[in-house]
Each structure stands twice: as structure tokens, then as C-alpha cells.
């Protein structure tokens, strides 16, 4: 099986709040994660954020430096951290919702395999 290119977005709030959204379709079904998806033919990492933000999230982003890179099956996914210069947050898309989470909001909450450990590694967690 080939691989799939995948993006992923970090977006924070001014609070130090990170997005999620929960997943509305597999893989992950009911999980909250990162927004993101597919990197379709012809666009590249920065177009596929700025796509799949706006269809999941609502928002418009600008893409900023890349965090980190994750293999999930055939799915690779590579996540850059992204600001929000417009639009308005609402789920979208395979999205069931979408909020900004603190600290305490993200160790609630049913993760995807792996997400908490990997965005400590990369020095990403909410910050309040």
C-alpha cells in the first residue's frame, strides 16, 4: 500500500489554547485531534493546510513553520504550527465540532493514539 501525504494544523489562541476538532469519521471516529487532512494532486503542504483548515475549522490560516511529522498507517502526516487571520471557528467537513482547549480541557478529553506524547515532543500542548 502507498502512502498518503497528510497535513495537520497547531493553531493557538491568544490564551495559549490549542485547536482541536472531533473526529466525525474514521480513522478516529469520536477522538479529538488536530485539524488537517489529505494533501490533494497538485497543491502542496501549504495549500492543503490552508484548505483543510478552513474546511474543518472555518478558519483561514497562514501556514507557519513545520513542528513535526507523524506516520499513522499509510497516513503521513506533517503538522505546522498556523495563525488565524480570519474567518469564524465552526466544525465543517468530517469535523463533528471544534473548540480551543486549555491544559486542563486536553487531559480530559479522548485523544488519538499517540497525540498528547507527540505534541509534548514537540512543545505544543496548550499552554493554559
Known amino acids: ?5 497528510c497535513v495537520g494544523g497547531v493553531l493557538f489562541d491568544a490564551g495559549g ?5 472531533r473526529r ?3 480513522p478516529g471516529r469520536g477522538l479529538w485531534s488536530l485539524p488537517g487532512g489529505r494533501v490533494e494532486p497538485g497543491e502542496d503542504d501549504a495549500a492543503a493546510l490552508v484548505r483543510e ?4 475549522t472555518g ?17 503521513v502526516i506533517a503538522d505546522y504550527l498556523c495563525v488565524a487571520v480570519g474567518g ?8 463533528d465540532e471544534a473548540r480551543f ?11 488519538v493514539e499517540l497525540l498528547a506524547e507527540t505534541l ?9
Not at 53 to 56: I, N, P, S
Not at 59 to 71: A, F, I, S
Request: charged fraction near 25%.
Open 1 to 5: 500500500m502507498s502512502e498518503i501525504a
Open 17 to 21: 489554547r490549542l485547536l482541536l476538532i
Open 24 to 26: 466525525g469519521h474514521d
Open 53 to 56: 483548515m478552513a474546511e474543518e
Open 59 to 75: 478558519l483561514v490560516v497562514v501556514p507557519g513553520r513545520h513542528v513535526g511529522t507523524v506516520v499513522r498507517g499509510r497516513y
Open 88 to 95: 469564524e471557528l465552526a466544525a465543517g467537513d468530517d469535523a
Open 101 to 111: 482547549v486549555d491544559a486542563a480541557e486536553f487531559d480530559a478529553l479522548p485523544t
Open 120 to 128: 509534548a515532543s514537540w512543545d505544543v500542548l496548550p499552554r493554559s
